[in-house]
């Protein structure tokens, strides 16, 4: 066995400590929907199950989780990590419970955004998390530890991902001085099971006075997901979005967009975003579909962007199918690695003198070009503000010709402060497409 292993078995027989533990615990679960992230060999699991509405288990362990499942009847175990979003469905429990796991996991901001996505609306995250850097000893390391949290870097985790910390609070004391006598002055691997014995056998003394005392090996955290939403790399409020919806709504782009939009048309919007713009063209056609690559953009878009006719799903730019009358693609073309290809498949999926409007950043753009050479870039073809992302810029000359490969006449086109605004018709005769 494992030192892991080990020391997870000698901890599995502290029943006091445990106990002490699902006291703190017990009624963030009472009647409550709740996900078990790690139930390892099930210590905590058996002191709560029996209280939820309903309980759930995720495990990395095979063993653990089919041992667990023919223990404990009518609760659902299954193996996984809790890095993998598509684990469990959105906005679905209650309670996440984190005991003593997050420690474990490579990528622990991703683990807490996932938590967030399963949790309904104020759900709650609970559970302990190792103290302290300075105690990162040889037993940390022999169980798989990655790291240990200050109070700030912990809160900061949990914000960033989307929570509001409401307790966090420092839990076992002598335990802090047991770890660091195994970890930092023996530099043991697992731990001593008549000391362990001798602690559990405390525990109840230790208990009462615990909640008195500065510091403790482990942070013990109720945590509430926040109404909040992930959109360009941070959490949003409901209040932020809306501003930015709106913002985007008026944007001098897509009032050009707008006005070359033929109207009661089927529209495809590829790369939709969070639905601002898409809204707005579905007011002027008979069906609306938006697409785009990121769940949580179109989490948000159908949320805050409802409208008669009008639906969202995920889907990359590259894949789309369907028969449409208008394409719309606002700067979505920079961010692809075959931006030829993808409009093959728009021309595809498009009628004769079907329409196709594309906005992308415009490559000789004064502003752009004068932000740049104010910020010393060398580059001046950079987009101004940040765009790591975009992949290709494109004047009017180059986009016309790329354009006509793909299969489509350029109309006519218009430019903003930053972007081209492109109204093209896939071409009447049937021409090869390269």
Known sequence: MSDEGTNLGLMKGCCNYNNWQAELIGP?????????????????????????????????????????????????????????????????????????????????????????????????????????????????????????YSRANLTAKFELSGFKVRTCVPFNFVGLLGWLWHSKVKRLKTHNKAELDMFDQLVPYLSKIDSYLPIGLSWFVIAQKQNSYWYESKWWTEQELTK?????????????????????????DVGCGIGAVTQRISRRSKKTVGVDISKDNILIAKKFCKNKDLSFKVCAAEQVKGKYDVVVLNEVIEHLKNPFEMLKNINKILPKNGTLLLTTPNAVSLTNVAINLLKGNKDLGTIA???AEHIFLFDIRCLTRLLKQAGFNVVKYKTTKYSLVVEARKQCQEKKVI
């Open 28 to 148: 963030f679960v009472k009647n409550r929907t709740v996900l078990e992230v790690g139930s390892g060999q099930g210590s905590i699991t058996e002191l709560l199950f029996r209280n939820s509405k309903k309980w759930f288990g995720v495990d990395v362990d095979k063993f653990y989780v089919k041992k667990l499942n023919e223990r404990f009847s009518g609760a659902v175990f299954k193996c996984g990590t809790v890095e993998k979003p598509n684990l469990y469905s959105d906005c679905f429990f209650d309670t996440v419970l984190l005991v003593n796991v997050l420690e474990h996991v490579c990528d622990d901001h991703l683990a807490l955004k996932n938590c967030n996505r399963w949790l309904k609306d104020d759900g709650l995250v609970v559970g302990f998390f190792p103290a302290h850097n300075w105690a990162f000893g040889s037993v940390d390391k022999a169980d798989g530890h990655f790291r240990r």
């Open 244 to 268: 930015e919806i709106n913002t985007i709504k008026y944007m001098e782009r897509t009032k050009l967009i707008i006005e070359m939009l033929p109207k009661n048309k089927n529209v495809l």
């Open 385 to 387: 503000g940040t765009e």
